[in-house]
């Protein structure tokens, strides 16, 4: 159960941050927003459900700009906690 909690927890608490500083604090609009979110959390299906609801493609400019920028962090986080744990 714990287990579940705090994949839970990692799961949502990034998207609860994310949500109101792309809106608030970059005053991106929601579907600029989303696809943003979707691109940092590398979600291609996040994004196939957004641009199946809305013929805009801004959720996909959006996604392809931060798509790289997380993987890349993605990445060097995995190097260094595969060096710090062995």
Same mark, same amino acid.
């Given at each position: 159960? *714990?287990?579940?909690?705090?994949? !839970? *927890? $990692?799961?949502? $608490?990034? *998207? @609860?941050?994310?949500?109101?500083?792309?809106?608030?604090?970059?005053? !991106?609009?929601? !579907?600029? @927003?989303?696809?943003?979110?979707?691109?940092?959390? /590398?979600? /291609?299906?996040? !994004?196939?459900? $957004?641009?199946?609801?809305?013929?805009?493609?801004?959720?996909?400019?959006?996604?392809?700009?931060?798509?790289?920028?997380?993987?890349?962090?993605?990445? *060097? $986080? @995995?190097? @260094?906690?595969?060096?710090?744990?062995?």
């Amino acid at each position: 159960f *714990l287990l579940f909690v705090l994949g !839970l *927890l $990692i799961s949502i $608490i990034p *998207l @609860a941050v994310a949500w109101p500083l792309a809106r608030k604090l970059f005053h !991106l609009d929601p !579907l600029q @927003a989303l696809g943003g979110i979707c691109g940092g959390m /590398t979600s /291609t299906p996040a !994004l196939g459900a $957004i641009t199946a609801k809305t013929e805009s493609q801004v959720p996909v400019v959006s996604y392809v700009s931060a798509y790289p920028v997380a993987l890349i962090v993605m990445i *060097l $986080i @995995a190097k @260094a906690l595969i060096g710090v744990l062995s």
